[in-house]
Structure formats: C-alpha cells, structure tokens
C-alpha cells in the first residue's frame, strides 16, 4: 500500500511535469528570496564573530570624549606590567586645506575626518594600503621627501585626492601642520560602515596630531585607547577592573564580545526584516501553488474516480497526492536554494552600497557555502516544503469528496473540486462541518503562524506579520470580489472583445479574484516602501525650513568668538552668525541618586533600544552637550515652569530640560541635576521643561543651563551661519584659512548622505520586495494556465465562428489590462494608506501624495500583467479550430 | 454528493446471482442498467433497500472498506476503459495489484497483458493504443487480482463489432478459466444471448429474467 502510494505518485508527477512548472517557480521565487536573504546574513556574521576584536581594535575598547587624565594614563601605563598592550587613537572632525591653490574645478578646503594612530596600531586585524610600505612608515616619512624638514605624513582615502584635486607626494594643511600624503587607505577594521561621514578619512600619527594643534579645551574629539591582552587573560575581571579605576575620567569601556553582539543585533535584524519580505513573496507563490494543484486535481477527476473505482480509499488517494506535493515541493525547493545562492552572490554589491565601503571584503566576508551556511539552506528548504504542504493541503482534500461514481458522468469536468451550493450556509459552503475539513484548516492556520513567528525570530513580529498579511490578503480579496461582482452587475459593453474580457473576468470560477490579490499584495509591498522613502526624503530635502542654516562651524575656541563673527561679517554681510557655546557632559546624579554606568545597565539599554528606539538607560547615561543660554531658542516652547528672565543671577544654576528626557529622567520642577563636566561636577535645579522641534535644521540641547552658571568650564561654540550658495566656498576657505581648527560642516552635503544612504537602504528592501512582485506574476500565469484549455475552447469557437485572431488577441489583452488596473489600483490604495500611517504615526513626518509614485506603480502593474497574461496565453491565438475541436 | 431523492432503482426488486454464472443486464437507455452495475460495485449507494455480495451487505459500508472490498472482490469495466492517461498499460494493470501489496505484481501483470494479447505493447500510453487494446487493458485490470465477480458496462459499446467480439472472448475464457461471476451490461443481443441468464430492466424495475441456452460460437474463444 505504502508503495503504491510512492510509485503512484512517482507517476503522476511524471506524466504531467509541464503541469507543475508553476508550481516549481512560485516555491522557487518564494524560498530563493529567503535563503539569499539568510544565506547572505549568515555569512555576515560569521565573518563579524571572526574578526570581532579587529572590529573593535582590540580585546577592549576605552573610549572618552576629552584627553584622558594624568591618573587615567597613570593606570593605563600600569597595564604594561600585566603584559597588557595599548595603543592610543583619536578621532575628530577637522578641515584640511591644499598648501598651493588648486585648479579651478577642485576644492581648496575640505572637512575630514582624521584618525591618529600610534606604531602598534592596528592591534587586531589589518589596515589595507595601496601601498607595499606598512601604516607606520607612511606617516613617518623620511625627511628628505620633505625637503630635509621635520615632517608627518597622512594616509588619506581616495575620495579626498578626487575631491580636492591631490596625488601622493603632494601637501596637505591640516590645522597648523603640514602633512605629505604617502599612501591611500582602503579599510580599516575599526571603522565598519562609513555609510555617515562628514567627510574623507585621513590617518595621521598622533605626533602630527599634536603639531596641528587642533585638540583644545572643549574640543570635539574621541580619544579610544585599543587594548590587547595575553590569550589567557580572562577579560571580565580586567574590564570591571578599568571601569572602576577610570570613573573619574567618564570613560565608556567595552569588550569585543559586547560591540560585536551590537553589529550582530544590527545584521540579524537587517536579514530578519528583508527575510520576512522574502516569506511574503513565499506566501504569494503559495497562492500559485494552490491554484496549481486546483487546477491538476480538476484535470483528475476521472483519474481520481477511476483509482476509488479499483479499489483505492480515499487515504489512499489523498496522500498519493500530497507525496506528490511533497516531492513536487522539494524540487522547488531545491530550485530555489540554487536561486538564492545565485542572490546572496548578487547581494554583497549591494551590501558594499549599502555600508558605503568595502566592508564584505574588510570583514573577509566569502560567498563559498562552509558549514554555517547549512542551516540558512535547510531553513530555505524546510519553509519551502511547509509552505507547499500548507497551501496543498485544503485542496488535496476535497479529493474525499470525489466520488467513483462520477466516472459515470460525462460532465465529470464540470463537477469542479469546490463544490459550491449557494443553499448552504458559508461555513457548510466552506466544508466546515467535517472533522477533517476544520482540522486541517487549524493546521494550515497554525503552521503559518508559526512559519511567520520562526523567520521573524520573535513571538509579537511573527504574529503581527501574519496578522498584517491576513488583513491585506483580507481587504484585498473583499476587494477583488466587490468588483468582480459591481462588474457581472453592469450592462455588458457592445464590443464585442470588451464583454469577451470582461465575461472571462466576472465568469464563475474565473480567476480574476486570485490573481487581482497574488499581484495586489506584491504592488502593495513594493508601494509602501517607495512612498516611505519619498516621504523621507522629501522631509530631507524639500521640506528644509526657509531660514536653516547653511554651515555648522563647530570647535570654536571663546578667544575665536569675535574674531570669527567679524570674519563672517566681513565675507558674507547679512549672514547673521549665532553663536551658542557648547559643553561636553555626563549625567553625575539625579537627586542625589549617583548614576552608576553598569554592566547590567548596558544590557537593558540594548534590550530597550531594540524595542522602543531610545531606552530609559540611554537617557542616563548618554554624553549631554549643555548650553548656557538668555533667551529661550527658538522652536522651544516652555510646558511646565518658567524660563528665567534675561540678567537673573542664581545662587544654583537653573536648567531647562527637555520633556521626552525629563519623562524618562523622572525629572520635575525643583529636581537637582548634577552634571560631570570634564571632571568637576556642577548641580543644577530644574527650573522648567521645553517642548522642542527636533526637526528645524538648528542646533537643538536636552538641557539648557542658565547664563554663568558654567562660564569656568572648558566650552566651545558652535557658530550657524546662513549665505548663499555663491558665497558657500570662498566662506569656508575664508574661515579655515584664519582659524585651522573651526571645522565647517555643510548641512546640505550632510543630508545629502543621509539621503543616499536612505536610498541604498531603500534599493535593498525593493530588490526583496520584487521577489514579491515576481510571485505575483508567477501566480497569475499558473492561474492563467489553468483556464488555459478553456480559453482555447472558446477561442476556436469563436474562430470558428468568424473572429479574426487580433480580436481574440484583443479581448485578451483588455482582460490583462483590466486585470493589471485593478490589482494596481487595490494595491496602490492599500500601499499608501499603509505607507500613510507609518509616516504619520512612525516617523512622525507630514504625509503627502506622491501621483508619480502611483502613476508609475500602476503603469507598471498594468505592463506586468499585459506581459505574464501574453506569455502564458500567446499559443492559444495560433491554434487550428478543427485540430482543436476534433479532440474534443 | 446530492443524491437525487429518488433512485431508479426500486426497492421492491429483488435479484439473487448465484456464484460462476454469467449474467447479461439488458433494457432501453435509462432503465436503470447501469445503475444497478455501479451499486453493485459499490460505486454509489442505493438510497433504499440493500446489496449484498457473498453474503456481506455493502450498501451500509463506510467508504475505505468499501474501497477494499471493491479492491478484493470485484473488477469493473466500462464501456470507454477509463484508464489513467497519464500511466503505461503495464501501470494500469499493476494499480490493483500494489494496491493489494502483492510482491509479485509486476510479474503478475505482465502476464496478465501477455494474457489478452498485449505483450508487445507493456509500456505504451493508452492514447498510444486503439480501443480495442485499450478495453484489454481495462479487462486485465479489472482481472488482476482475481476478483470473484467481473462487472463490465458495456464492454464492447465503443468497439467495432469484430473487436468487440474479441473482448467478449477474452471475457468468456476468463470466465472459465477462472469461474468469475460474470455481470455485464449490454445493448447487443448476440451478446446477451450468449449469457446463461438475461435480466432485463424497464424504468429501474425488472420486467423480465430469464435462463437462456449457452451459444457454442462464443463459447470457445481461440486463445
């Protein structure tokens, strides 16, 4: 028995191969997107886990915002006697200027971002040159290339020779220093994605960095100290250890284990969202699955019948057919494990444009299949396989209902698997008075939430995925249906190829509603994204307040202030600099209360970040940049308590918080805050909290102190300065040339990035959500292909009776078209509305239409259409009545 | 399925075939012939009354134990062969057979072909064959597992004559040689008349049943 069952559908599958083309393909779409996509994030991380100490530079990380103190270096030099390495890295923004004026076409100024190294750098990992000499003699040039002078060299990335018109061997000024350029650097290990920059690396050696005098008091800098144990060290002891000893210096340490898992957190869910995309596209392609089989099990029924006529029960038979299933699934699957390793080797391109660096080739990240690439293959192929068995299943039991003694009927074709008796009421209708029926739909039902809740990775995501989608495929087929309907209900049209099309469409057991969804859904994914990132843009770029500034210059020493604003005043009159000083601070205490930087803190921040965005721990333990100001900055509005009046003295500093950070600080009228600024601790007393318009373009603070209160500190000022787009470069050369240690960072190039980046992010999700698309192609054609002999039958009908083949072709192409506008149209409403109200209520930005979005989209559904339908219909124009109608 | 409320069967007719005979059902086009074969095959229910074969009462059987019982006691064949089109003729033939697990089916089935005249053609497709070879097929099919009772509905209605005669000897030498109770439907009278006994149907009811004298050129089939 069990063998017949085997051979049987051995057979089967056999003889109708060309019948489960579909079948393959939809599988093959669906499992191909999901393994490229795991396939893909698998790697990824198997490359982080091996190169985690080269990714953070070192076993551990110490990392401050100002120069470590005398007692701080005094325990980092006490390490040594431990056989403990350290290597010290800054970081920091700064300009760099040619030392001869340059072409025309090339940039005289340029912000960087500078990078300086001791000897022993990198301690983990490897820096990649375009050049044979190692890192440390670069930046030690031999002092007959400068001309017998002491001088400092600077690797620099190509990006910056191109910008400013430079090559090796010429001279760079990076504050009061000049550096030969001795090399190119292509990656580095510590620095992952430089997707955000503000500008070109530069490495230099940490003597340089001391001659271009750029670090002062107050400066924008980021000092980390890479540290390297023995193999046997055991690292937690040593990292509480340094966190203690050096919680005078505000200094965040960190393990590789921990940086690691963020980037991982970051990977993991980067691939889990696009793989949900990819089983989104695996659940449309089981809608083509399941109009496969419904369409085989019609072609069946007299083999069905004539099988139960020799003997075979209904068990018998039914699982006959899902072995076939079964078998027809893997097949599939396998197909699509081809296909997405075809994808993940497709992938790392648009990973590179994504992380804007060669980072799969930094990380050694290969697309060669090892072991950790079995459980993303296994994963693909069990989801494929399940998949087919979910959508199988309802179908391949209605063979129950077919009864031997059919075979006596001639009008066993027309005795369709779905019985419909409009008597019954819907849940009789839908066969969910028998056991067997209701059992299975508990089945189909679980297995996909459960399907969902494995890929998402998570109970809630899992869920509201599926929700999410049944709720789509729900309105969708509501509306699908209501216009199937709406259309038997108009008169019919007197062209003869219009009510052709449009019978084909509102006929019974027609099609139209599967296919309209199947497309719908995949337009609708693909629609949301675009509109999001439209949005998104359109905030960045059009949405610009009138008055935003055009430069932040940032590090400007108080002795600068005046000569600064008279400097602007002078090269771009009306360009009105404000100045607004700037202090880099940690949260000490709040009432009191000690804040204390713990590991188990740590965690909870990250558990809560990955929830919410910003986690309570990230509100106590993040740098704070204070102000001083009179009046109340603009775009501020006071909700509670009072701002203080212009010349008030107090004997406690006042300060106005800000109240998402006032909510999550527990902070209200008449708390005290106490600030660790540099090392000397400040208390304040709440005075008011402000609500602030995060997004005016300006410089925005937590915390606002009032005037005097830190005039000791160690302060800078950031200055924001408006002028013309014609005034924007001799400006910024005019500041660096007088000040070397102001930076300028130009908004518009800063946004700009980021829109690219949001683009890159966006090309990323659309090229998962196409697979999506694809499936609903594959669905219509497999749909297609199952009215395929009676479209024939009618089609030689009607050539028989005298229609001419374009009119056939004609008919055709209206009920794809129809088909296509529809599904668009539905597609295109459900996209925005959900595109809407992730704008609205996510990302809180102003929604508005974008028509060529939409118009494009339904251009776009309706050629889809018109494409799939011709390609699975085109044969039927060529055939020979007679041929056709003798057979019958 | 939805049953009409009225079968054309009648409850109130009663008909008992003993074993080994060969029995021909005639009557007009929808008197009910086919019916009464499909019943007894098991292939739909009587709405009333009963059936039973070698003393077990089918009608009240749930529908895999049926399945069995067809599997194991009957062979059917129809008047347009219904084979599986997408499977050889070897394959028709071994469906039965694995159905039944036997080991040997494969040999069994072969020579079941070789039997009616088919063993140059084991592994052609039905479209692949004429009718008459096809209807050999059907027959060793329905043959294969030696079912006591050999059902055939119209056997030779979609044949020429001279192949139909062909299959009726095929029928008649299974008969024999096997001692199957033999139940056809037949519009032919040449070939009710070789049958030992003529039931003869009108309006699902019986009008007339009747022993009739072995016709001796049917008899003998050169095989």
């Given amino acids: ?888 | 399925m939805n049953r009409p409320p009225c079968s054309p069967t009648s409850a109130s007719n009663a008909a008992l075939v003993p074993d080994k005979q060969r029995v021909a059902i005639v009557g007009p086009s929808g008197s009910g012939k086919s019916t009464l074969l499909g019943l007894i095959a098991g292939l739909d229910r009587p709405t009333s009354g009963s059936i039973t074969l070698d003393g077990v009462e089918i009608s009240t059987m749930r529908e895999s134990a049926l399945a069995r019982y067809r599997r194991d006691h009957i062979g059917y064949i129809f008047q347009s062969f219904h084979l599986i089109p997408t499977l050889t003729a070897l394959e028709n033939v071994l469906v039965p057979l694995e159905l039944a697990g036997m080991s040997t089916a494969q040999d069994r089935a072969t020579e079941l072909l070789n039997t009616v005249g088919l063993g140059e053609r084991l592994h052609h497709y039905p479209v692949q064959l004429s009718g008459g070879e096809q209807q050999r097929v059907a027959v060793a099919r329905a043959f294969a597992c030696h079912p006591p009772i050999l059902l055939a509905d119209e056997p030779t209605g979609n044949l020429d004559s001279a192949t139909g005669q062909h299959v009726m000897q095929l029928l008649q030498s299974l008969h024999r040689d096997y001692g199957t109770t033999l139940v056809l439907v037949t519009h032919d009278h040449t070939i009710a008349s070789s049958m030992e006994r003529v039931i003869s149907l009108r309006d699902g009811r019986i009008e007339s049943d009747r022993l009739t004298d072995p016709d001796p050129r049917v008899a003998e089939p050169p095989l």
Avoid at chain 1, 212 to 235: F, Q, W
Avoid at chain 1, 850 to 859: D, M, R
């Fill in chain 1, 1 to 888: 028995m069990n063998r017949f069952i085997f051979k049987m559908a051995w057979r089967e599958t056999r003889g109708a191969w060309r019948h489960f083309l579909y079948f393959f393909a939809c599988i093959a779409i669906g499992v191909g997107a999901l393994v490229g996509v795991s396939l893909f994030g698998a790697h990824m991380e198997r490359a982080v886990t091996k190169e985690a100490r080269g990714l953070l530079g070192g076993d551990l990380e110490i990392r401050l915002t100002r120069p470590l103190s005398l007692a701080g270096q005094a325990v980092l030099s006490s390490l040594g006697a431990r056989d403990i390495v350290f290597t010290h890295v800054s970081e920091l923004v700064a300009m760099a200027s040619r030392s001869t004026p340059g072409s025309f076409m090339t940039q005289g100024t340029q912000i960087i971002e500078l990078k300086a190294v001791e000897s022993a750098y990198p301690l983990y990992g490897t820096i990649r040159l375009d050049s044979t000499q190692a890192l440390d003699a670069l930046l030690h040039p031999d002092e007959r290339r400068c001309g017998g002078r002491s001088c400092f060299g600077a690797v620099v990335q190509e990006s910056l020779l191109i910008r400013m018109g430079l090559s090796i061997g010429e001279r760079l000024k990076i504050g009061q220093a000049m550096f030969l350029i001795t090399g190119v650097v292509r990656t580095e290990p510590d620095r992952m994605a430089n997707a955000f920059t503000l500008g070109p690396r530069v490495m230099i050696a940490q003597e340089g960095l001391l001659a271009a005098e750029l670090v002062k008091p107050g400066s924008r800098v980021r000092e980390r100290y890479l540290v390297k144990t023995p193999p046997t060290m055991p690292l937690e002891p040593l990292l509480s250890e340094l966190r203690d000893r050096l919680e005078a210096d505000s200094a965040r340490v960190t393990s590789y284990r921990t940086a690691q898992s963020q980037l991982k957190q970051f990977l993991e869910q980067l691939s889990r969202y696009l793989g949900l995309i990819g089983l989104t596209a695996l659940f449309i392609g089981g809608l083509g699955v399941g109009t496969s089989i419904h369409a085989f099990l019609r072609d069946k029924l007299r083999t069905i019948a004539t099988l139960k006529a020799v003997g075979a029960d209904s068990v018998t038979v039914v699982s006959t057919y899902v072995v076939q299933a079964i078998f027809l699934g893997s097949i599939g699957s396998l197909a699509g494990i081809l296909l997405g390793i075809a994808l993940e080797r497709g992938l790392p391109p648009l990973a590179a444009a994504l992380f804007a660096s060669d980072i799969l080739d930094q990380l050694g990240v290969s697309s060669e299949l090892s072991q950790s690439s079995i459980w993303p293959l296994l994963k693909g192929a069990l989801l494929g396989l399940l998949s087919t068995l979910l959508f199988t299943l309802w179908p391949l039991l209605k063979i129950r209902d077919i009864h031997p003694g059919a075979i006596f009927r001639r009008d066993a074709e027309q005795a369709t698997v779905g019985l419909e008796t409009a008597a019954l009421r819907w849940w009789a209708r839908w066969g969910l008075t028998d056991g067997w029926n209701v059992g299975t739909a508990g089945v189909i039902i679980f297995g996909l939430c459960a399907l969902s809740v494995w890929q998402a990775g998570s109970w809630s995501i899992g869920l509201l995925f599926i929700g999410a989608t049944s709720l789509a495929i729900t309105v969708l087929f509501v509306c699908a249906q209501a216009f199937v309907r709406g259309l038997a209900l108009m008169p019919l049209p007197r062209v003869l190829s219009l009510r052709y099309a449009l019978g084909n469409v509102v006929r019974p057991g027609s099609q139209a509603t599967g296919i309209m969804v199947a497309i719908g859904i995949g337009v609708m994914v693909i629609v949301t994204v675009s509109l999001v990132e439209q949005a998104l843009l359109s905030q960045i770029q059009d949405n610009r307040p009138a008055d935003a500034p055009t430069f932040f210059f940032i590090d400007i020493q108080p002795d600068q202030a005046q000569g600064f604003v008279s400097l602007i005043d002078r090269q771009a009159e009306g360009a009105h600099p404000e100045l607004t000083p700037l202090v880099r601070s940690r949260l000490h205490a709040i009432n009191g209360k000690v804040i204390k930087f713990d590991e188990a803190g740590e965690k909870d921040e990250k558990r809560t970040e990955g929830n919410e965005g910003r986690g309570k721990q990230w509100y106590f333990t993040r740098e704070y940049v204070l102000t001083f100001l009179d009046r109340l900055p603009k775009d501020n509005t006071i909700t509670k308590g009072e701002w203080w009046k212009p010349g008030q003295v107090f004997s406690t500093p006042q300060v106005s918080v800000e109240e998402d950070a006032a909510m999550h600080l527990g902070l209200t009228i008449g708390s005290h805050v106490e600030f660790d600024i540099q090392g000397a601790t400040i208390s304040a007393e709440v005075s008011s909290i402000r609500k602030v318009e995060w997004g005016n373009f300006s410089t925005n603070f937590y915390m606002i102190l009032s005037p005097g209160s830190i005039a000791a500190a160690p302060f800078t000022y950031v200055g924001t300065v408006r002028v013309s787009a014609a005034k924007e470069v001799p400006l910024q050369q005019a500041v660096v040339a007088s000040f070397p240690n102001i930076s300028a960072i130009h908004i518009g190039d800063v946004l700009d990035g980021f829109a690219r980046v949001l683009d890159r992010l966006s090309l990323a999700i659309r090229a998962v959500a196409l697979f999506c698309v694809m499936a609903g192609g594959l669905v219509m054609a497999a749909a297609l292909a199952a009215t395929r002999y009676r479209r024939l039958y009618e089609s030689v009908i009607l050539k028989a009776l005298g229609a001419t083949r374009s009119l056939i072709a004609r008919a055709f192409a209206m009920e794809y078209v129809l088909l296509g506008a529809v599904a668009g149209l539905i597609g295109l409403s459900l996209g925005s509305i959900l595109a809407w109200a992730l704008v609205r209520y996510v990302f809180d930005l102003p929604w508005s239409i974008h028509p060529q979005v939409l118009g494009i989209g339904l251009f776009l559904t309706i050629l889809l259409t018109l494409i799939v339908g011709f390609a699975s219909t085109y044969r039927i124009l060529g055939q020979r009545p007679l041929a056709v109608l003798r057979h019958e």
